[in-house]
């Protein structure tokens, strides 16, 4: 007695379900062993027949451009998470970290960010175009908010991501490639300018003035007409002068 076939809506849930392993599975085989993977490396480790693999991706450079496109929704996804949780500066600068980390060492997923031209097929292309779309939003809630330079564009971030993976996976020492690249991001962000202009003299102050700056951090202090003349903007520069002075 044989089996009864499946239904129509079974046989489709059943062909997603073999897609989705195949898809995941090409993702991790790509990771660790690179673009070079064999569809038949894939099916073994999806544990699925090749026929399987090449009914949902006739190529390895089909499967391929479905991975880059899958791994870059799943980047624009981590910015707009990045977007509700965090300031625009950080959120910026997060995401982009986030980028830098997981395409280290993966020389086709850094293609894919730059829009390679050797991958022209549909499904990319939209995918580069989404990320593209997000990386856009959160620079523009960062220069609204001031704390990202003027003259940064969305292609330099694209390069700074992809230059900022070289230099992570180049690194012997991770966790000083890591810091590299937080430094190298942090330059994205304007500075504040927290002391004096040093070339401007301001006016002499009235005979019974407050001094005009902290005697500890420099900050400007407010001006009083009675009482003793602070020396301190407050209780936390007192404090530190104060072990200072116990120290010494």
């Known amino acids: 007695m044989t089996a009864a ?3 129509a809506p079974a046989r489709r ?14 993702m991790r085989v790509f990771a660790e062993e690179g673009p070079e ?4 490396r894939i ?6 027949g090749a026929g399987t693999v090449y009914r949902h991706f006739p190529s390895k450079d089909v499967l391929l451009e479905a991975v880059l496109a899958e791994y870059l929704d799943a980047l624009v996804a981590g910015a707009e998470r990045w977007s509700a949780r ?7 600068v997060g995401f982009l ?8 060492g993966r020389q086709y997923v850094c293609d894919a960010l730059t829009g390679d031209r050797g991958w022209p097929r549909a499904v990319l292309a939209a995918a580069v175009r989404r990320f593209h779309e997000a990386l856009e939003r959160l620079l523009r809630d960062a220069r609204q908010a001031g704390v990202i330079r003027a003259d940064v564009r969305v292609d ?3 390069a700074l991501a992809v230059g900022g993976a070289a230099l992570r996976a180049a690194h012997h020492d ?10 190298l991001l942090e330059g994205l962000r304007t500075r504040t300018v927290t002391k004096p202009d040093p070339f401007r003299d301001p006016p002499s102050p009235p005979r019974h003035e407050t001094p005009r700056h902290c005697a500890e951090c420099g900050a400007p202090l407010p001006a009083r007409t009675t009482g003793r003349p602070p020396r301190y903007c407050g209780s936390t520069c007192r404090q530190r002068a104060h072990r200072r002075r116990l120290a010494g």
């Not at 993977?37 to 038949?40: R, V």
């Open 13 to 26: 849930a059943d062909a997603r379900r073999n897609r989705e392993v195949v898809l995941r599975t090409a």
């Open 156 to 158: 330099d971030l694209s």
């Open 86 to 92: 965090a300031a625009p500066g950080d959120a910026l």
């Open 174 to 183: 991770q966790d000083r490639g890591t810091r590299l690249v937080r430094l």
């Open 97 to 104: 970290l986030d980028v830098i980390e997981k395409s280290a």
């Open 5 to 7: 076939p499946l239904a």
């Open 37 to 40: 993977a064999s569809l038949a």
């Open 43 to 48: 099916a073994q480790r999806a544990g699925v």
